[in-house]
């Protein structure tokens, strides 16, 4: 039943260390089906380099495991509250990729310094505050989502596709599992810009406005004109 979502995670997922975004099993993607009221999502702690198809996790937006054999991500709590948050979210990625990791654990957000960054992300990527001793010992995956949550209340959640959870590392999502490994990917480059943005000048200052806009307004929107009909 759920073969087709299975195999569009699988090659989501596979796609991680092929674009150097995790090392060893330091992340996970996820892809919701919201027609029928799963998602699916990397099994824990299995290794790319032998995960198959029926080793894929669905679970349905109750937290239950509904197929598969296997045990879901340690993450898939947190998975599970954005999506139930917000209905825009198709698709979301996990890593612990070195540089987003390192604004994380710095406890910055990611400054937007250029219109590489503006092409995807309208503004600062935000950090997450740092949980709470209780919210660590207590549900600390939930709570991980949670905080992220409160982030974007009454905010577009997709003009901004991604987090840094302070000493934790990003998230990152999209229409699909592919946008957001896109936008994860997209976001560990611009991370690197960054700090080397930071280290030429520890003065730098953000792109102006009208540079911001131009760039993601010619890629998003309804005037949007990059790329093909």
């Given at each position: 039943?759920?073969?087709?979502l299975?195999?569009k995670?699988?090659e989501?997922?596979?796609?991680?260390?092929?674009?150097g975004l995790v090392?060893?099993?330091w992340?996970?993607?996820?892809e919701i089906d919201r027609r029928n009221?799963?998602?699916?999502?990397?099994?824990?702690?299995?290794?790319?380099?032998?995960?198959?198809?029926?080793?894929?996790?669905i679970?349905d937006?109750e937290?239950n495991?509904?197929?598969?054999?296997?045990r879901?991500?340690?993450d898939?709590?947190t998975?599970l509250?954005?999506?139930?948050?917000?209905?825009?979210?198709?698709?979301?990625?996990?890593?612990?990729?070195p540089?987003a990791t390192s604004?994380?654990?710095?406890e910055?957000?990611?400054p937007?310094?250029g219109t590489?960054h503006a092409?995807?992300f309208?503004g600062?990527?935000?950090?997450?505050?740092?949980?709470?001793e209780?919210e660590?010992?207590d549900?600390?995956?939930k709570n991980t989502g949670k905080?992220?949550?409160?982030?974007?209340?009454?905010k577009d959640v997709?003009?901004v596709p991604?987090v840094l959870?302070s000493h934790?590392?990003?998230?990152?999502?999209g229409?699909?599992g592919?946008?957001a490994?896109?936008?994860a990917?997209?976001l560990e480059?611009?991370?690197?810009?960054?700090l080397?943005?930071?280290?030429?000048?520890n003065?730098a200052k953000?792109?102006?406005d009208?540079?911001?806009d131009?760039?993601y307004?010619r890629?998003?929107g309804?005037?949007?004109?990059?790329?093909?009909n």
């Amino acid at each position: 039943m759920y073969d087709e979502l299975k195999e569009k995670v699988l090659e989501e997922n596979l796609m991680l260390p092929r674009l150097g975004l995790v090392t060893f099993t330091w992340g996970n993607v996820s892809e919701i089906d919201r027609r029928n009221g799963v998602f699916a999502i990397k099994p824990s702690g299995v290794e790319y380099d032998t995960m198959k198809k029926d080793d894929i996790v669905i679970i349905d937006l109750e937290g239950n495991k509904v197929d598969g054999k296997l045990r879901p991500s340690s993450d898939m709590l947190t998975h599970l509250e954005l999506y139930r948050a917000f209905e825009e979210i198709g698709g979301i990625v996990h890593t612990h990729s070195p540089y987003a990791t390192s604004w994380a654990q710095s406890e910055r957000e990611l400054p937007c310094y250029g219109t590489t960054h503006a092409d995807t992300f309208y503004g600062s990527v935000p950090l997450a505050r740092l949980l709470t001793e209780e919210e660590i010992e207590d549900g600390y995956e939930k709570n991980t989502g949670k905080v992220i949550v409160e982030v974007f209340e009454g905010k577009d959640v997709m003009a901004v596709p991604a987090v840094l959870c302070s000493h934790h590392g990003p998230f990152s999502w999209g229409k699909d599992g592919f946008d957001a490994v896109h936008n994860a990917k997209v976001l560990e480059e611009c991370a690197k810009m960054a700090l080397y943005t930071i280290i030429l000048d520890n003065k730098a200052k953000e792109a102006p406005d009208r540079i911001k806009d131009k760039h993601y307004f010619r890629k998003h929107g309804k005037d949007a004109y990059y790329g093909q009909n």
